[in-house]
């Protein structure tokens, strides 16, 4: 059974900064892929960021390239997504999900385990 915990979720001013952290227990992961993704109220869930466990692969969406900085650390099975810059188009509750192959791919149904997420609000 794979486990996956967010956490550092909250409100946050436009320009601001935060940094979620995604905790993986349940299996050994040095063959997946961690991903980070975001649903907005009534949109459909999007891909944000992903890093491959072993050699540290990263991919991101466009929208946030440059801004979010993916991370891992593979003593603690945790994985980071530290966002920074945040606009309130950036508003949505944020999920944490890992695949068991190593395809930093975007697509949701293509990860099979999935946190229960944690809600990130920008005022501006």
């Known amino acids: 059974q794979v486990r996956l915990v967010e956490s550092g979720g909250g409100l946050v001013q436009a320009g601001g900064s935060l940094r979620l952290s995604c905790a993986a227990s349940?299996?050994?992961?040095?063959?997946?892929?961690m991903g980070w993704f975001r649903q907005a109220p009534g949109k459909e869930r999007e891909f944000v960021a992903a890093?491959?466990?072993?050699?540290?692969?990263?991919s991101y969406a466009d929208s946030v390239k440059g801004r979010f900085t993916i991370s891992r650390d593979n003593a603690k099975n945790t994985v980071y997504l530290q966002m920074n810059s945040l606009k309130p188009e950036d508003t949505a509750v944020y999920y944490c999900?890992?695949?068991?192959?190593?395809?930093?791919?975007?697509?949701?149904?293509?990860?099979?385990?999935w946190g229960q997420g944690t809600r990130i609000t920008v005022s501006s």
């Open positions: 999900a890992a695949r068991d192959t190593e395809g930093l791919v975007q697509f949701a149904y293509l990860y099979k385990y």
């Open positions: 349940g299996r050994a992961f040095s063959s997946h892929v």
């Open positions: 890093i491959r466990w072993s050699g540290g692969y990263t």
